[in-house]
């Protein structure tokens, strides 16, 4: 599989942003992603009461979904708008606090308290900061990252999430020569190369 035509492909976070602003968000399910709801059960492994943490989350309605379940969901997302849209459109009351870790960095927390949106940079994330989760759902974070950043985007997932966590990772598949990504298109041998 040659993926050439994507390896030298840089997204950047004004690009990002801009597609929040011009409602360009095809990527956005409404009704929640078919593929965790077959596999939740994987997800959860018969445990309650996780840490679920969502990467570049935008305004993911599966996020209140297990926040409802009783779980605590940690998302993290660059777009203020895409946040606090989350927000407005479950009708969840929240408050907003500065990161003192991060330079610029918001956290958006419901008052309920289970669930805490970061707005800044993946990057900027570490396990000192938001702990530790027993799950992810990675519906399309993996392939919205640069192809140059997923060794450093697989290494950041791999410190945050606990020994018996469990990792749900959504990618799609097509001829990376006919689409520029994103989504970026990363083949099963690299994944298994980045997370091992």
């Not at 989350?57 to 895409?82: F, N, P, T, Y």
């Not at 993996?142 to 018996?164: F, G, H, T």
């Amino acid at each position: 599989s040659d993926v050439g035509s994507q390896k030298e492909r840089v997204v950047t976070e004004e690009e990002w942003l801009q597609k929040w602003e011009m409602g360009n968000i095809g990527f956005h399910k409404e009704e929640g992603h078919p593929l965790l709801q077959k596999y939740l059960d994987v997800l959860l492994n018969g445990r309650s009461g996780l840490r679920i943490f969502f990467p570049l989350c935008g305004k993911a309605v599966e996020m209140k979904w297990l926040a409802d379940m009783g779980h605590s969901v940690v998302g993290v997302e660059i777009s203020e708008q895409a946040v606090k849209e989350f927000f407005s459109e479950h009708s969840l009351p929240y408050c907003e606090e500065p990161v003192p870790e991060i330079s610029g960095a918001k956290m958006f927390q419901s008052t309920s308290g289970n669930i805490s949106l970061y707005c800044c940079s993946i990057y900027d994330l570490s396990s000192s900061i938001v702990g530790k989760f027993d799950g992810v759902w990675d519906r399309g974070a993996l392939v919205a990252v640069n192809p140059c950043d997923r060794q450093r985007y697989a290494s950041l997932m791999i410190s945050l999430v606990e020994k018996n966590s469990s990792y749900l990772l959504v990618t799609v598949s097509y001829d990376p020569n006919k689409h520029k990504g994103p989504p970026f298109y990363v083949p099963e041998s690299e994944i298994k190369t980045l997370f091992g």
